[in-house]
């Protein structure tokens, strides 16, 4: 059956119809993993967004039940040039286009996704949504143009009530804009009392839990919008070691005052090269945001570089000059946690 992706400027590709037919409208990003598409579809880092993979074969080795992100996935819609339909991998539960059926995805396949990558690359993230015929592309494209969110995506994504990871080390409280699953299961693995809130606590309300450190999970979406939780984070400041990962690391920023960007095609993927600016060296990190805090603004917020992009120059990484707070874009690794646990020390807590 044919199916036709159809962009915010009036372009549009045709292929054939995959998964869902349930059309959504969402961002259109691409993605540069080679695999991991089953993370990469429930990351809720891309609630709202339509994914393009640049890989050309995906789902060779199917669906299984332990490597999701997310209990349901909240993806808009999959953009692929071929989708196995014969898997293989001793964990495979499923195909993927019978899960993206299943978990009402909607997607599209046999389409030139090189093309589609090379018009994002030179005209930027815009918006798109899907339709079934060509008379249905103007149609398709005035609703695309006139659509506004209902919502922050990150309310979409976020825990409801707050809840516990038990643990026998130190009490540390997420707040929850969109976490991983594999993020909790790494904060658990290093032992935390982990308590997780949603993404609109008070902050008089994380203070009551007397935590020894805040850790600001990553996200989707622009996080300008979120002026009530840039508030909370803002009074928390100064509290307890407080760091921030993904839209973590910029709602952290926004609230010290610094200014944001909109990247033009955003990083996501697990190739992307960040330089240490500190140690002088170069990591291969795994990122998925859209937005940037901006260079020019971070003296006068209290901020230092940490980390830069090596293929585009922007921020990657933020520490404070005077209180125990710091940011990266990318997921957390070794040395994040590290620095956080010898914050919490220092700090007394």
């Given at each position: 059956m044919e199916r036709i992706l159809v962009l915010e400027d009036g372009t549009w590709f045709r292929g054939e119809a995959a998964g869902s037919d349930h059309f959504r409208i969402g961002s259109l990003i691409f993605n540069t993993a080679m695999t991991g598409y089953q993370e990469i579809i429930t990351d809720n880092?891309?609630?709202g967004s339509m994914v393009v993979m640049t890989y050309p074969l995906i789902g060779a080795y199917g669906i299984n039940r332990d490597d999701s992100e997310s209990l349901k996935p909240v993806l808009a819609g999959l953009i692929v040039r071929e989708i196995s339909d014969t898997p293989?991998?001793?964990?495979?539960?499923?195909?993927?286009?019978?899960?993206?059926?299943?978990?009402?995805?909607?997607?599209?396949?046999?389409?030139?996704?090189?093309?589609?990558v090379r018009h994002l690359r030179t005209h930027g993230t815009m918006r798109a949504s899907f339709c079934s015929k060509e008379a249905e592309i103007e149609g398709t494209i005035a609703a695309i143009k006139a659509y506004v969110p209902a919502e922050?995506?990150?309310?979409?994504?976020s825990a409801r009530s707050i809840y516990t990871i038990p643990g026998r080390g130190r009490k540390v409280l997420m707040i929850d804009y969109g976490v991983s699953l594999s993020m909790l299961r790494h904060c658990a693995a290093r032992g935390y009392d982990l308590i997780v809130a949603p993404y609109d606590?008070?902050?008089?309300?994380?203070?009551?839990?007397?935590?020894?450190?805040?850790?600001?999970?990553?996200?989707?979406?622009?996080?300008?919008?979120?002026?009530?939780?840039?508030?909370?984070i803002r009074k928390l400041i100064g509290t307890v070691p407080v760091y921030g990962y993904g839209l973590g690391c910029e709602l952290l920023g926004l609230a010290c005052g610094?200014?944001?960007?909109?990247?033009?095609?955003?990083?996501?993927?697990?190739?992307?090269a960040v330089v240490d600016v500190r140690a002088d060296r170069v990591l291969i990190t795994r990122q998925n945001h859209q937005y940037a805090l901006k260079a020019k603004s971070l003296d006068a917020a209290g901020l230092s570089l940490t980390y830069r992009s090596l293929n585009d120059g922007s921020v990657e990484g933020i520490e404070h000059s005077e209180y125990s707070c710091a940011g990266i874009e990318f997921d957390p690794d070794e040395?994040?946690?590290?620095?956080?646990?010898?914050?919490m020390e220092k700090e007394g807590h």
């Open positions: 880092a891309n609630a293989s991998n001793f964990r495979s539960a499923e195909t993927l286009e019978s899960y993206m059926k299943r978990m009402d995805i909607p997607g599209i396949k046999h389409v030139d996704t090189r093309a589609i922050h995506p990150v309310k979409t994504v606590i008070k902050a008089e309300t994380v203070l009551d839990y007397h935590p020894e450190g805040i850790l600001l999970s990553g996200g989707p979406g622009n996080p300008a919008f979120l002026f009530s939780q840039i508030e909370a610094a200014d944001l960007e909109a990247l033009p095609h955003g990083h996501h993927g697990p190739n992307q040395q994040f946690f590290t620095a956080f646990e010898k914050a």
